[in-house]
């Protein structure tokens, strides 16, 4: 199961030595509600989702759930989801991390967990909800895709790389952390012990197959996905509605200077860790798209703005004025205005100001990885749907001066299987590590590569 902040879709995987195979079983809508002003997920119909995707997949090996991070639910003392998940685009965080700070100042959580600062991180949310009687309530804190695998198995833990997320971790012990949690007030007792990826989580009752922890963080499985060559110097974007620049590395960096230029430390697949930055990502063009309705084309879209003039107007694609949902082309508009240049003059030279903007970011953020971590990138990587955004990889690779593979698109489904398949015994001993892995994407998966321009 590989489920996004938009849709669901269950994917039926054949993996072997020299196999590697997808075929979708079933998408569905994963869409908020607003329930007495509190924006949440419909965690009903999300199970149902996944519930009658199994059905349809079947026969199945096994099983795996990768989602998006920082949300989660609440379950009381009978195991019972008390309300349904809060969306992390709700407002109730907005002021939050100020208060979260007068009790653990940012540069020590920073320094105990390595985790950016983003006001809708886990750690703000359970703030925000702590005077609730929903949370009063709680005996236990599940994050999303543990959630899920709590009630296909009836056994709960938290695996680790969506665990990192949440502000609440300690990277290096692998552990909770007990001073954070004491300065928030919050029971270690909520928190379910933690699981690392290829960890058999439990037995789904009702399809008769096990279910294996996974990067249950998407990025983290898409991340185990990118199809490096074994020595690679590679940076990767995780590129969907969310854009997750960053490069791999075997320990956190969590210096002053890092914090400051907000690089996150997340946990990845075999005990690396994924120092990446958020960037906003393709969300900037999925609500233009649903701004301008049915009538938009897309591929009419990218074609008009590749003809369009380059960087006519430059946005910072991080700004938060673009987290909310709303009408994205007036803001984007506005931005530009803000800052002294143009304001696109129709829908195509809105979309090329996207994109240059988001190539900008993935320069910037990549310029910078390289400086704090003292990392070579010899090419950049570019997996998710936004693989599939040709002018998107173009102006990434005149961006940043590096080659850009693009694919696979796939890839949090992809390493979600893989990681599935290795816990399986699938691969035998000896060509087990992420490298083997990622050379059976590199073998199977189609693949393009963009070259800088020239001038």
Same mark, same amino acid.
């Given at each position: ?78 195991? &019972? ?20 700070? +007068? !009790? ?6 920073? +320094? ?12 703000? *949310? ?78 789904? !009752? ?124 007036? !803001? ?5 205005? $803000? ?9 195509? +030279? ?5 994109? $240059?903007?988001? &190539? ?18 010899? *090419? ?17 690779? $005149? ?6 593979? &693009?694919?696979?698109? +796939? ?31 590199? !073998? ?12």
């Amino acid at each position: 199961m590989d489920l996004g902040a938009s849709t669901g879709r269950v994917i039926r995987g054949v993996v072997g030595p020299d196999r590697l195979e997808l075929t979708e079983a079933h998408r569905f809508p994963n869409l908020p509600t607003t329930t007495s002003g509190t924006l949440r997920w419909d965690f009903a119909a999300l199970e149902a989702g996944v519930r009658e995707g199994l059905a349809l997949a079947k026969p199945i090996d096994g099983i795996g759930i990768d989602t998006w991070a920082v949300d989660y639910g609440l379950l009381d003392a009978a195991g &019972a989801l008390i309300e349904d998940p809060v969306h992390y685009r709700d407002g109730r965080t907005e002021d939050v991390p100020r208060h979260v700070f +007068e !009790r653990i100042p940012a540069d020590r959580l920073y +320094e105990l967990t390595g985790i950016q600062h983003q006001p809708f991180n886990t750690i703000h *949310q359970l703030y925000a909800a702590r005077d609730t009687a929903s949370f009063k309530a709680a005996s236990q804190v599940l994050m999303i895709p543990d959630l899920l695998s709590y009630r296909l198995t009836g056994i709960a833990g938290t695996e680790i790389t969506n665990a990192s997320t949440t502000g609440l971790l300690d990277p290096i012990s692998r552990s909770w952390s007990t001073e954070i949690s004491s300065a928030l007030d919050l029971d270690p007792a909520l928190f379910a012990p933690l699981r690392e990826p290829g960890e058999l989580a439990g037995i789904a !009752r009702d399809f008769g197959a096990p279910v294996y922890t996974v990067g249950s963080h998407d990025t983290a499985s898409a991340v185990a996905a990118v199809p490096a060559a074994a020595g690679e110097d590679f940076a990767y974007i995780s590129s969907g509605t969310w854009s997750l620049v960053g490069v791999e590395l075997p320990t956190p960096v969590r210096t002053e200077a890092s914090r400051a230029a907000n690089f996150t430390n997340e946990l990845g697949v075999d005990g690396t860790v994924r120092y990446l930055r958020n960037v906003m990502g393709l969300w900037l063009l999925q609500e233009c798209l649903r701004n301008w309705g049915p009538s938009a084309d897309l591929s009419a879209l990218l074609a008009a703005a590749a003809r369009a003039p380059a960087r006519r107007s430059v946005i910072d694609a991080a700004d938060p004025i673009f987290l909310a949902p709303g009408d994205m082309p007036a !803001r984007i508009a506005k931005a530009c205005i $803000d800052s002294d240049q143009p304001a696109p003059r129709d829908r195509p +030279e809105t979309v090329r100001c996207i994109l $240059d903007s988001l &190539a900008e970011a993935y320069r910037r953020a990549l310029q910078e990885a390289v400086a704090l971590t003292g990392r070579r990138v010899e *090419q950049v990587h570019i997996v998710g749907g936004g693989a599939q955004n040709e002018l998107l990889c173009q102006l990434t690779a $005149d961006a940043t001066g590096l080659p850009v593979i &693009a694919g696979p698109v +796939e890839a949090a489904a992809i390493g979600n299987l893989l990681i599935q398949a290795r816990a399986a015994g699938v691969f035998g001993a000896g060509r087990t590590g992420l490298a083997n892995l990622r050379d059976l994407v590199a !073998r199977t998966q189609p693949l393009r590569r963009f070259e800088p321009s020239c001038g």
